[in-house]
């Protein structure tokens, strides 16, 4: 089992950026996949950003490629979501999951995730 837990999420205006943190405690961290999620008041939770568990691989949500970018420390048992360029539609809680080796590189559905964070707030203002 592990344990998730964000941080780094807070207010920004339109344009700024912000780096989310996602700390892993438990078993081998090198060993899951993790994703980063999102969910905006009145929505459901999507998808935003995946790295597999080797980190050779990520996989972004079009809305954010190009701005967004997963990357993860194994010595540091983190994944990271650097977020530029950030719009009020980016408001939303962040959630990071994992998944112990999956067999696809990059998950991007919310069920294919074991363990999840509790999520941070991040609010872009106008």
């Known amino acids: 089992q592990v344990r998730l837990v964000e941080s780094g999420g807070g207010l920004v205006t339109a344009g700024g950026s912000l780096r989310l943190s996602c700390a892993a405690s438990?078993?081998?961290?090198?060993?899951?996949?993790m994703g980063w999620f999102r969910r905006a008041p009145g929505k459901e939770r999507e998808f935003v950003a995946a790295?597999?568990?080797?980190?050779?691989?990520?996989g972004y949500a079009d809305s954010v490629s190009g701005r967004f970018a997963i990357s993860r420390d194994n010595a540091k048992n983190t994944v990271y979501l650097q977020m530029n360029s950030l719009k009020p539609e980016d408001t939303a809680v962040y959630y990071c999951?994992?998944?112990?080796?999956?067999?696809?590189?990059?998950?991007?559905?919310?069920?294919?995730?074991?363990?999840w964070g509790q999520g941070t707030q991040v609010t872009v203002s106008s």
């Open positions: 438990g078993r081998t961290f090198s060993n899951y996949a």
């Open positions: 999951a994992a998944r112990w080796r999956p067999i696809l590189a990059i998950l991007k559905n919310r069920e294919d995730y074991e363990y």
């Open positions: 790295i597999s568990w080797s980190g050779g691989i990520t």
